[in-house]
């Protein structure tokens, strides 16, 4: 996908935003939603998008949007940081296939990284046990209360 296709509202984060398809969330507000990633990289990995807005990636955001989603992906990042006790947090975000992206729908990613563990795959490898996110997922939620 170039990064000046048209937004398709098919996209799997639609079909999440809209309900259509589950998801293991983190947290919900008027601006975006956040939930686990089910090919995590690691731990904790954890995905942050905007609502109400079709935004293929980050360059197609509205620049006025940009200030409330970036506060919600500080917010995230930091209930993960406190939730998990990384040693680091990785926040990256992708634009266009041959940067990376295979969702398009604008996220940002939050990976937690221990020193001594390498990350998996992007996008790959084997589906999470939902169970196992949802243990984390509670861990999440309980520093954004
Ligand atoms: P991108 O490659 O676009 O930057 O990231 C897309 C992310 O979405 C990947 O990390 C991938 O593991 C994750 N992903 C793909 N399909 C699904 C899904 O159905 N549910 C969730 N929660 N994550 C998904």
């Not at 398709?8 to 589950?22: H, S, T, V, Y």
Request: with cysteine; net charge negative.
């Amino acid at each position: 996908m170039t990064l000046h296709a048209d937004y398709d509202p098919d996209n799997i984060f639609a079909k999440i935003l809209r309900g259509e398809m589950p998801s293991v969330k983190v947290y919900e507000d008027e601006t975006v939603l956040a939930f686990m990633d089910v090919f995590p990289q690691s731990e904790g990995h954890t995905l942050i998008i905007p609502k109400d807005v079709q935004a293929c990636n980050f360059l197609d955001l509205p620049t006025e949007k940009v200030g409330a989603y970036m506060e919600r992906v500080q917010k995230v990042a930091r209930a993960v940081e406190k939730a998990l006790s990384p040693d680091g947090v990785v926040v990256t975000q992708f634009n266009g296939a041959p940067a990376g992206q295979t969702v398009f729908h604008l996220h940002f990613h939050v990976i937690p990284r221990w020193s001594d563990k390498a990350l998996s795959g992007h996008a790959s490898g084997q589906m999470a046990d939902i169970a196992d996110l949802e243990a984390i997922a509670t861990k999440i939620r309980a520093e954004l209360a």
